[in-house]
């Protein structure tokens, strides 16, 4: 991760254009905002709190930035996406060779995610079911 050399002010290059195909690797790191693939994150300018909220699905909750650091920075990083728990009774096993989503974080971009001990999201569940009312 490497401050951006891209201007991603909002607003300023609002023009958008339709692409031909998928956007090349190269493409995807010449743009602003997060490019998500399965296995990859890309951008050539993204703010962290960004990047956060764009990490918080495969991370597996919520993330929230509390770096301090402001501005836009470039990212690529690549992960092994978890099993999935119906296709493998070790559903934490990686599909490839590569890291799991925490261990890239933290060797590719310096980032490391901690879980929250203060901080509880609410968990709703549907408990029975009753047939909906003749109105």
Known sequence: MKPSTLDCTPGLN???????GP??????????????SPGSFVSGGVTLDQFARGISGIAGGEVDN???????????MTFSLPRN????PDANVAVDDAP??????QEQLGLKLQREQKKSTPVFVIDHIE???EN
């Open 14 to 20: 609002a023009t958008p254009t339709t692409p031909a």
């Open 131 to 133: 047939r909906p009312s």
């Open 85 to 88: 728990a119906a296709a493998s």
């Open 100 to 105: 799991d989503i925490f261990t890239a974080l």
């Open 23 to 36: 956007p090349s690797l190269q493409e995807r790191q010449n743009r602003c905002g997060l490019s998500m």
């Open 66 to 76: 509390r770096t301090g650091l402001l501005g836009w920075y470039s990212v690529k």
